[in-house]
């Protein structure tokens, strides 16, 4: 693991539609709320090919999910600078306990989706977020 590479586990408390930002982006929002006393509530986001991954997921399922922690500057019209922050999902592992087993295509995509590394998902720099 390097410093940009975290892991958040937890079960999932929302999931979110695919939004097209442009036609180069596309995100998917992914609500995990931890374990403990202190319970939080962690929007990430799935990007590009990896927002399919939400589609074999399911409220209350538990995960851990891998992520990089991104951060960004961008500068306004008016010149303003704002700077925007990122939790990018790029593994989940799943409890196979809890999640009935697939097979066939699925079950392959799924597999191939989950093993797939970080450096696999394009970058966005000129997107304000």
């Excluded at 997921?57 to 922050?85: M, P």
Aim: hydrophobic share 30%.
């Amino acid at each position: 693991m390097n410093n940009n590479d975290y892991v958040v586990t937890g079960e999932v408390h929302n999931i979110g539609e695919i939004q097209k930002i442009s036609d180069k982006f596309q995100k998917r929002e992914i609500v995990i709320k931890t374990e403990g006393d202190y319970p939080q509530l962690i929007a990430c986001q799935l990007t590009q090919d990896k927002c399919q991954l939400g589609n074999y997921l399911s409220v209350g399922q538990k995960i851990d999910a891998h992520f990089n922690l991104r951060g960004r500057e961008w500068t306004n019209q008016k010149g303003e600078v704002k700077y925007f922050n990122s939790i990018d999902i790029w593994r989940i592992d799943k409890d196979d306990n809890e999640q009935p087993k697939r097979d066939g295509i699925e079950q392959n995509f799924v597999e191939d989706q989950i093993q797939a590394t970080h450096n696999d998902i394009a970058d966005a720099d000129d997107l304000p977020f």
